[in-house]
Each structure stands twice: as structure tokens, then as C-alpha cells.
């Protein structure tokens, strides 16, 4: 338990004050790790006390709308997680009498709930010895033991959560976690890591290798695809339309204007010319055109939207439109939208 014991002695003088730490509250420890999962603490910081004052507990989260609960997630991305929180809230309040079950398995029984999360919740709540691993840790314990099997492959998570395990003290579990966890995010980087200020320098075998940053190893590297997307913003008579997204793609559940998208990149002439804007604007009488916003990029975690903004004022609204949503320009900010819809309400001056 050596290393254990040097880590927590380091996390005891290093760590970061949280409003999510020295807490025992599962509801707020589930809360912050799943916030933490996409997002840096400096920024999770704000979400977490925003949506927790929003949602202080099983019943309110259970109880809300998904509408609100993806409002109160707008900007942190990842929309699916937020969708997986409502439904463990309301299938804790039907199979667990509202609590957050402290068993591990009944945990990962819950919409949303991996290792991961289950992990740290029963380590951090109750102290359970279950070995919290994620990116930080797979780092750290990648150099410490110089580990050459691929950490995105099934053996090489398998090898690292088995060491994560063996070097825990059960009896400090969720100390242990929360150091580990601490001492890859704030000490051993995966740039520039401080080395030779190092508390477990002696005991590393990256370090004696004399190349640590050549650990973790990957096997694979994320394909990243480009998609064009042309919203149309359009306005009559202080009313707009927006659609809620509702496919198997990126931001279900969110609002956003009508969207063309286009396999390439295209022009006004070339996007006038398809068929579903010819079809939205049937009838439309005479219209205004003005680009607001040109050729944004957008970076996701694997894929790239470029996208173009254009304002469109109609005079009559069209029997196509009658199949969005009718708004008043004014409360479009009532609406859970992505981030990039923000942007561009920002840029207009409807935000």
C-alpha cells in the first residue's frame, strides 16, 4: 500500500477545494462525476451548482420535464447524459424508494451508470473498494509500470483496472480514488509532465525508461468526419420556427432552426436549389436574405460541423413551416438549444 500512501499524502497538501468533495451525498458525488466525464472542474464547477440548485435531489430530478433538465445541461454537450440522469432519477424513485442504492451492481442497473461512475459513487459515498479508472488514471498507472498493451484495447483496460485494484487500501477507497484521479489531473500530465518533482518518481518505471510521455499507449485513433450544416432562420411578424431534434444523432431532444444540411460545402444559389428549401418556402411571398454568421466550425468530439446562419424574413408563413414549432422570437432563449445555436443567437442579438 505504499503508493497508495504517497498519493494520498500528496493529495492531502495538493488537492483543489470542490463544492462536489468532502461530501457524502450520492446524489451530488453522481451529479458531479458525470458533469466531470466530458468537462474541465473549471467549468463543471459552475454547471454542477447551477443544476443542483435546479435539481437538489432524486425527487426533483425524477419530477422534471426532460425540456427543463436539458435547459439546465445546455452548453455542457453530451445531451445523451443528461437524458440518462432523468431516467435513473425516475427509476430510482420507482425501484429504490427514491435512494441512491449503495450496492455497485444496482448501480450499473441504472440508465447511464458505468464502471466508472458506479465506481466512484459507492467509493466516494461509502467508501467501497472499487477502483475508480479514467482518463487520469490510465495515464498515471500507464507510466508508473510502463505498460505497453494499448490502453483503448480491451486487454489493456483490463490490465489497468486489475492494477488499480491491487494498489487500492480498501480501508481509504474513495481517499485513494479521489488522489489518484487528482495527481493525474493536476501532476502527471499528458504533456510536460513535472517529473523531477515528482512524488512517486523513484517508483516509476516511465520515468527510468526515460520517456513517460510515450505512455499511455493507443492503438487507435478517433475518425473525425466533417458535416455542413445551413440554418435558416426564418422571421415573420416577430414569430420564428424551430424543430426539435429527435433522431439518433448529435443533440437529441434540443431545439434548433430549420437545418438543410448538404454533403459538401454550398452557397446560397446552391442551397436555394434543393429540394427541401423550395418546399419550405412554397409560398412564402417576397423574402429578405442576410447571412449572419458564415461558416462557423464547430469541433465534437468526432466529428466537425461547419455551419452558416441565415436570416430569412417572410412574408406569409408557408404550409411546410406548419410542421415546426412557432415561437416567439422572444422566448427563444426559454428553449433547450446547443451551444452552436447560442452562438449564433448571441452573434444576432436575439440571446
Not at 449572419?292 to 404550409?319: G, M, N
Request: with cysteine; hydrophobic share 40%; net charge neutral.
Amino acid at each position: 500500500m505504499e503508493m497508495s500512501d504517497i498519493l494520498i499524502h500528496w493529495y492531502r497538501e495538493h488537492k483543489r477545494e470542490l463544492p462536489w468533495r468532502e461530501v457524502k451525498d450520492p446524489y451530488l458525488i453522481w451529479i458531479s462525476e458525470v458533469i466531470l466525464q466530458q468537462t474541465k472542474v473549471a467549468q463543471g464547477r459552475e454547471y454542477f451548482l447551477r443544476f443542483t440548485e435546479r435539481f437538489p435531489n432524486v425527487p426533483s430530478l425524477a419530477e422534471a420535464e426532460e425540456d427543463d433538465v436539458l435547459k439546465y445541461w445546455q452548453g455542457l454537450g453530451y445531451y445523451s447524459r443528461a437524458r440518462h440522469l432523468h431516467a435513473a432519477a425516475r427509476s430510482i424513485m420507482e425501484h429504490f424508494g427514491g435512494h441512491i442504492p449503495s450496492d455497485y451492481h444496482a448501480l450499473r442497473s441504472l440508465p447511464g451508470i458505468g464502471e466508472y461512475t458506479a465506481a466512484a459513487i459507492v467509493s466516494f459515498a461509502w467508501n467501497k473498494p472499487y477502483p475508480v479508472v479514467d482518463g487520469n488514471v490510465f495515464r498515471v498507472l500507464a507510466r508508473l509500470f510502463a505498460i505497453n498493451t494499448p490502453i483503448d484495447a480491451g486487454r489493456g483496460k483490463k490490465e489497468i483496472t486489475a492494477l488499480a485494484t491491487s494498489l487500492m487500501n480498501p480501508q481509504k477507497a474513495g481517499l485513494h480514488n479521489q488522489a489518484i484521479m487528482e495527481f493525474g489531473a493536476l501532476h502527471c500530465l499528458p504533456a510536460n509532465p513535472d517529473c523531477l518533482h515528482c512524488a512517486l518518481q523513484t517508483k516509476c518505471m516511465g520515468y527510468a525508461s526515460g520517456s513517460p510521455q510515450a505512455y499511455p499507449v493507443k492503438q487507435h485513433k478517433a475518425r473525425t468526419r466533417s458535416r455542413y450544416f445551413h440554418y435558416l432562420h426564418v422571421v415573420c411578424e416577430g414569430k420564428t420556427w424551430l424543430h426539435r431534434r429527435e433522431k439518433k444523432d448529435i443533440w437529441t431532444g434540443l431545439y434548433e432552426f430549420p437545418l438543410i444540411e448538404t454533403p459538401e460545402p454550398a452557397d446560397f444559389v446552391e442551397l436555394q436549389a434543393t429540394e427541401t428549401f423550395r418546399h419550405l418556402f412554397s409560398g412564402a411571398g417576397q423574402t429578405a436574405v442576410s447571412i449572419v454568421l458564415p461558416d462557423v466550425k464547430h469541433i465534437l468530439s468526432h466529428q466537425i460541423l461547419y455551419a452558416t446562419f441565415y436570416r430569412i424574413e417572410i412574408e406569409t408563413p408557408t404550409e411546410a413551416m406548419q410542421s415546426y414549432l412557432q415561437v416567439s422570437g422572444e422566448t427563444l432563449n426559454d428553449y433547450a438549444i446547443p451551444r452552436l445555436i447560442q452562438i449564433y443567437l448571441e452573434k444576432d442579438g436575439s440571446a
